[in-house]
């Protein structure tokens, strides 16, 4: 830092240079998060300095948060669940199995996930010392409840569906997951980071909330599918006792208890995340699902017309598309300045279709992606 500091002008100078080497959303088709919507900018920006690690001192930021709470639990099947805004579907995860892990009575604990878990299973294993054991996929990549059976033993201390996954956005069977967490008495976590604000708007409607009794806790992040600014997840527990199984006593705040993995928190984001869910009401995000779905539809037919199939016909607004050469198909699609992602295994293209991504923009893409597959 130097001794004197420069001009505010200055600094916004310097900071617009560093903001220009970003990559602006519009050709993304690779990420889960895309352009807040405007209110939850003005939202965040009133309550950027609030604090709800000390919630005390800021009543108001900490009231909105059982209502941004409440509001994705009604989406969700349960308008009484407890929990907190998070900072995203990792720390979600993370805290869910913890309370899953503290609950019950294990010397070594493992949890059952499917092998299309996203990767911050694979943080939990490590941070929270829990064996994660992965059940194998059906043919069109949902976790095969059967596998999922196999690996229980009586040190499973949860198992984990996923409600839309990240590679393909597959909708785990919840209901069979549910049945056998009933049944044998297990907690059973749902990650519906992106699948929460998409799910509900489908024309199809899928079991996959806590209107199944087996379903203990979810994740559900306002800042994918939500529209909210980023860092904005949400946990949700069916049973509060399982949020107090986070409880850390907090001896010189104002509140004498925390639940979150962090201590300071801003309560911007959890202000963004009540103001866009307020503002776009049920309705508005069916509209938004619906534009997602139509574009993803567009985008499988005019792929078929030049021969390249997707691997499942898209659940959700996440495709998958099989292109021969994957690697240098995204190469060459980088150098026409499109990000794509891939799928692991199978090695594919994976393409996720947010609400950024304009008609006459994805017309652009699917032309130089013809252009591509076709010099192959
Ligand atoms: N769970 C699922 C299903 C996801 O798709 C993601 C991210 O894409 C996460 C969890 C992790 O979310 P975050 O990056 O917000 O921590």
């Given at each position: 830092m130097r001794d004197k500091g420069e001009s505010e002008q200055d600094v916004l100078e310097q900071l617009s240079v560093y903001r220009a080497r970003d990559t602006s959303y519009d050709r993304v088709l690779s990420a889960m998060c895309t352009h807040p919507h405007p209110i939850a900018v003005r939202a965040h920006e009133?309550?950027?300095?609030?604090?709800?690690?000390?919630?005390?001192?800021?009543?108001?930021?900490?009231?909105l948060e059982h209502e941004a709470i409440a509001m994705l639990g009604g989406m969700l099947g349960d308008p009484g669940v407890s929990g907190y805004i998070t900072t995203g579907g990792t720390e979600s995860n993370i805290q869910a199995i913890r309370a899953a892990r503290?609950?019950?009575?294990?010397?070594?604990?493992?949890?059952?996930?499917?092998?299309?878990?996203?990767?911050?299973?694979d943080k939990i294993a490590d941070l929270l010392r829990?064996?994660?054991?992965?059940?194998?996929?059906?043919?069109?990549?949902?976790?095969?409840?059967a596998c999922v059976e196999a690996q229980i033993?009586?040190?499973?201390?949860?198992?984990?569906?996923?409600?839309?996954?990240?590679?393909?956005?597959?909708?785990?069977?919840?209901?069979?997951?549910?049945?056998?967490?009933?049944?044998?008495?297990?907690?059973?976590?749902?990650?519906?980071?992106?699948?929460?604000?998409?799910?509900?708007?489908?024309d199809k409607p899928y079991d996959f909330d806590f209107r199944l009794?087996?379903?203990?806790?979810?994740?559900?992040?306002?800042?994918?599918?939500?529209?909210?600014?980023?860092?904005?997840?949400?946990?949700?527990?069916?049973?509060?006792?399982?949020?107090?199984?986070?409880?850390?006593?907090?001896?010189?705040?104002?509140?004498?208890?925390?639940?979150?993995?962090?201590?300071?928190?801003?309560?911007?984001?959890?202000?963004?995340?009540?103001?866009?869910?307020?503002?776009?009401?049920?309705?508005?995000?069916?509209?938004?699902?619906k534009y997602c779905m139509k574009m993803t539809g567009r985008l499988?037919?005019?792929?078929?017309?030049?021969?390249?199939?997707?691997?499942?016909?898209?659940?959700?607004?996440?495709?998958?598309?099989?292109?021969g050469d994957t690697a240098k198909v995204r190469t060459k699609m980088a150098q026409k300045g499109w990000y794509t992602s891939i799928t692991r295994s199978p090695l594919a293209l994976r393409l996720v279709i947010m609400p950024h991504l304009s008609e006459k923009r994805l017309e652009e893409f699917l032309d130089d992606l013809e252009l591509v597959c076709r010099e192959l």
């Open positions: 009133m309550f950027m300095e609030t604090n709800l690690g000390d919630a005390g001192l800021f009543r108001g930021a900490h009231e503290n609950s019950a009575i294990s010397d070594d604990p493992n949890i059952v996930v499917s092998e299309s878990a996203h990767f911050s299973f829990v064996d994660v054991r992965k059940a194998e996929l059906d043919e069109e990549f949902r976790v095969d409840p033993d009586d040190n499973t201390v949860a198992l984990v569906g996923i409600a839309g996954t990240t590679e393909f956005g597959q909708i785990d069977p919840i209901r069979e997951l549910s049945d056998m967490a009933v049944e044998r008495r297990i907690f059973l976590h749902v990650d519906a980071a992106f699948g929460a604000f998409v799910i509900p708007f489908l009794p087996g379903v203990s806790s979810m994740t559900a992040d306002p800042h994918k599918m939500g529209l909210c600014t980023i860092p904005a997840g949400g946990l949700l527990f069916r049973d509060p006792s399982h949020l107090q199984e986070l409880r850390t006593h907090t001896p010189y705040l104002t509140i004498d208890t925390q639940y979150s993995l962090s201590g300071t928190r801003s309560g911007g984001v959890t202000a963004a995340a009540y103001a866009v869910m307020r503002h776009m009401g049920l309705e508005g995000y069916r509209n938004t699902v499988v037919d005019r792929v078929r017309e030049f021969g390249v199939e997707p691997l499942i016909d898209p659940v959700m607004n996440v495709v998958v598309l099989d292109v």
